[in-house]
């Protein structure tokens, strides 16, 4: 089985600032949930491997077991500890109290910027250059905190969530549009999001992507299904949890009784919490990918999908009508994403361009480059 670890496809940087960088997350993997906030995970690979000393702040709400079924993404959260190593990197994660949908948002953020002495004293007298914040409601608090305490400029990263949901919650918002304002540098995973943030603020916002990267012996091309036409069984990748309601699991059942309807034999193949390199094999064995997210930055999987040589299917959300085929986007429709299915297994990737040419802006070498420049204007 070859190995998915990022690390494996990632280069040294020559001649690289060697920063402190202190990265603070609301997501990160914990030891019973590897899975949970990878794209996070990714980009302290990505700036270990530039040379950069970095440690990472998790912080994690107060819950019982029970807790976790609200939210896939809080699996493994309830039990995990104060601190740890993860693949040689220093994992911090202090408490801070919420309540779920966030009725009190003043509270959490008091208590998360409360835990700034507790980070203080387990750093010891190390101390970053530069402060990275992954998602601003509610951790952007403790990063502005933290930044204010040691003079130091933070950057705050916007990959969805903040700008989606948090912008339309009372409350939040006020949160969300303060920590947007006044952290040093504003980062969008996407342009969607970078115009977003221009829209309500003067404050201009750096566009860059979260790094796609695959080891490759994963690497396909995308060609069209050798199956005979409706006489084999085909199978759909739902590339999420079908109990995250902003997935919308039942448009992806609808598109395949739509498909069984035109004869078709159809298996839907969901993802959990699988591992990188059960994700990639299920994308490998899969013959189409299909999103139906009302909701997403990206979506990483599409762009991973697509470079396992599996076609992607989707509704137009976040940046896949950037990248995919104008046959392969389609509305909230299950016939039309049936379309598209059909078309993607018919003709496979038919573009001028290759796959790896069309999802260049999201590379290592270009995601790494922007950051350097970033960071090197940061602390110089």
Same mark, same amino acid.
């Given at each position: 089985m070859p190995t998915t670890s990022l690390k494996s496809t990632l280069r040294l940087a020559d001649g690289g600032l060697d920063i402190q960088i202190l990265v603070v997350s609301l997501l990160y993997p914990v030891p019973l949930n590897p899975t949970r906030g990878v794209f996070v995970e990714d980009h302290v690979d990505l700036l270990k491997t530039q040379g950069h000393d970095v440690k990472v702040v998790n912080p994690l709400p107060r819950m019982p077991r029970y807790a976790e079924a609200r939210r896939s993404t809080l699996m493994g959260v309830a039990k995990a500890p104060r601190r740890w190593t993860h693949n040689g990197t220093s994992i911090l994660a202090p408490r801070f109290f919420a309540l779920p949908d966030h009725p009190y948002p003043r509270l959490t953020a008091s208590s998360v910027t409360r835990r700034a002495r507790w980070v203080e004293k387990h750093l010891g007298s190390w101390r970053p250059d530069v402060i990275v914040c992954?998602?601003? +409601?509610?951790?952007?608090?403790?990063?502005?905190? &933290?930044a204010q305490r040691w003079?130091?400029? +933070? $950057?705050?990263? $916007?990959?969805?969530?903040?700008?989606?949901?948090?912008?339309?919650?009372d409350g939040v918002s006020e949160q969300v549009r303060s920590a947007a304002t006044s952290c040093d540098v504003l980062v969008c995973a996407s342009q969607r999001l970078s115009d977003v943030?221009?829209?309500? %603020?003067?404050? %201009?916002? !750096?566009?860059?992507?979260?790094?796609?990267?695959?080891?490759?012996? +994963?690497?396909?091309? $995308?060609?069209?299904?050798?199956?005979?036409?409706?006489?084999?069984?085909i199978?759909?990748?739902?590339p999420a949890d079908p109990r995250r309601p902003e997935k919308r699991h039942l448009l992806a059942l609808q598109t395949g009784e739509v498909l069984e309807e035109r004869g078709w034999m159809v298996g839907i193949t969901t993802l959990r919490h699988q591992p990188r390199d059960i994700v990639y094999d299920r994308m490998l064995t899969a013959d189409v990918t299909l999103i139906t997210s009302r909701r997403e930055a990206g979506p990483l999987v599409a762009r991973e999908s697509l470079l396992c040589g599996t076609p992607v299917v989707s509704v137009n959300v976040g940046e896949v009508d950037r990248?995919?085929?104008?046959? +392969?986007?389609?509305?909230?429709?299950? !016939?039309? &994403?049936?379309?598209?299915?059909?078309?993607?297994l018919r003709n496979g990737w038919q573009g001028e361009e290759t796959v790896d040419e069309r999802l260049a802006f999201a590379s290592f070498d270009t995601v790494s480059q922007a950051w350097t420049e970033l960071l090197s204007s940061l602390v110089s």
């Open positions: 992954h998602t601003l +409601w509610p951790v952007a608090n403790l990063a502005k905190e &933290l003079k130091r400029p +933070w $950057v705050g990263v $916007v990959h969805g969530y903040d700008f989606d949901v948090g912008l339309d919650l943030a221009q829209g309500w %603020s003067n404050k %201009s916002a !750096e566009t860059i992507p979260c790094v796609t990267e695959i080891d490759r012996d +994963w690497r396909r091309p $995308v060609r069209p299904m050798k199956k005979p036409w409706k006489k084999e069984p199978d759909v990748l739902f990248y995919l085929p104008k046959e +392969w986007v389609h509305g909230d429709d299950p !016939e039309a &994403l049936a379309d598209g299915i059909e078309d993607a």
